[in-house]
């Protein structure tokens, strides 16, 4: 069987599910707060970019020769657990913007519809129990698909971005928000510092797990470099590909569309 890697281990293929979901089960109840703390709030920016470039209409949908009109504007966000970009889409958009947040993990989900139902939007975006290589949705349901920061927890990421692709009408966009390859030569090295040294630290004081801590962090730097990422996705069928760095290449947007 072929083998992959959790961080730094390398681990057979079939094993990897099981291990990135027992991180997101140790630290669910703090994911956000520890979002916060690691990246001084600056993923609130990277998310913004994200939810702009999804540009849900805000005025009602526009219409098209081969849409009913007034049809809503729907997004699916994988690997989107607590909902914070789904949250911030249907915050964006008009009446008619509804969201799907697909995750693996029941703890992450759970969290999502406390927070979702507390916010009165549970009306708009709804939770589901999703595999991001096996999304239960038929072909061409929706307007944009996004993942933050959840491609790297992928098994098979090729699977993952085929079904991104199926799920996608034609002339919908595929958006991927990760953690990437620091590209301003002196801040690497302090941003590296931090990682390994810092961040496991907070893990550890804020969620009482380091190790959980210390994977996400050995997973960042085990993510294909951007142009090799752009490759994989041009090879799931995306077209007009492209990635923008932000904070000097800490993190990544890609974009791909559907065509």
Avoid at 143 to 171: C, Q, T, Y
Avoid at 213 to 222: A, C, D, G, P, T
Wanted: aromatic share 10%.
């Amino acid at each position: 069987m072929p083998d992959t890697h959790f961080g730094f281990r390398e681990i057979p293929l079939a094993d990897k599910q099981a291990l990135v979901d027992d991180v997101f089960h140790k630290v669910a109840r703090r994911y956000d707060l520890m979002n916060d703390l690691m990246s001084a709030g600056l993923h609130r920016a990277w998310k913004d970019a994200l939810v702009t470039a999804i540009n849900p209409p805000t005025k009602g949908r526009p219409g098209r020769l081969d849409e009913k009109p007034g049809r809503d504007f729907a997004l699916l966000d994988v690997a989107g657990g607590t909902g914070d970009v789904s949250f911030r889409t249907v915050a964006a958009g008009g009446a008619g913007t509804r969201a799907s947040v697909a995750d693996i993990n029941a703890d992450v989900l759970g969290v999502g519809r406390e927070r979702a139902y507390a916010q009165g939007l549970d009306d708009a975006v709804t939770f589901v129990d999703a595999n991001a290589e096996a999304l239960p949705f038929p072909d061409k349901s929706f307007d944009a698909v996004s993942i933050a920061f959840g491609i790297r927890n992928v098994p098979r990421i090729d699977a993952a971005l085929a079904e991104a692709h199926r799920v996608l009408r034609h002339g919908g966009r595929f958006l991927c928000l990760e953690f990437s390859s620091v590209d301003v030569p002196g801040i690497d090295r302090l941003y590296e510092m931090y990682s390994f040294n810092v961040i496991p630290a907070v893990g550890q004081a804020v969620t009482g797990d380091r190790e959980a801590y210390q994977y996400l962090v050995e997973s960042i730097r085990k993510f294909p470099k951007p142009k090799d990422f752009v490759r994989m996705i041009e090879a799931a069928g995306f077209r007009r590909v492209s990635f923008t760095p932000m904070t000097g290449g800490v993190v990544a947007l890609h974009s791909g569309w559907k065509l």
